[in-house]
């Protein structure tokens, strides 16, 4: 079993950044592929972004490439989204992942999840 907390979300004007945290418990995230997922009212779950083990490997959802930064910390057992130049489109509650499928844009590959993050972007 894996649990998984999300942090860092609130309130941001258009344009700000925000940094979102996903803290493991239970087992290493040494051992899983990680992801964030977002979703919003009427809207199904979206890729946010993807990262492998050792965290060589990122991928970005077509919507935030150039503007949102996935990266691990296998020894502080957590995962961040550095989120840049946000939009109002943005906001939506932010689930973290945890999953060991090689298909990182897949939700359904997932097993683990956190509780989710709001992010409210204003104008």
């Known amino acids: 079993q894996v649990q998984l907390v999300e942090s860092g979300g609130g309130w941001v004007q258009a344009g700000g950044s925000l940094r979102l945290s996903c803290a493991a418990s239970?087992?290493?995230?040494?051992?899983?592929?990680m992801g964030w997922f977002r979703q919003a009212p009427e809207k199904g779950r979206e890729f946010v972004a993807g990262?492998?083990?050792?965290?060589?490997?990122?991928y970005l959802g077509d919507f935030v490439k150039g503007r949102f930064t996935i990266s691990r910390d296998n020894a502080k057992n957590t995962m961040y989204l550095q989120m840049n130049s946000l939009k109002p489109e943005d906001t939506a509650v932010y689930s973290c992942a945890a999953g060991r499928s090689w298909r990182v844009s897949e939700w359904r590959e997932y097993d683990f999840w956190g509780q989710g993050t709001q992010v409210t972007v204003s104008s």
């Open positions: 239970g087992r290493t995230l040494s051992s899983y592929t």
């Open positions: 990262i492998t083990l050792n965290g060589g490997n990122a």
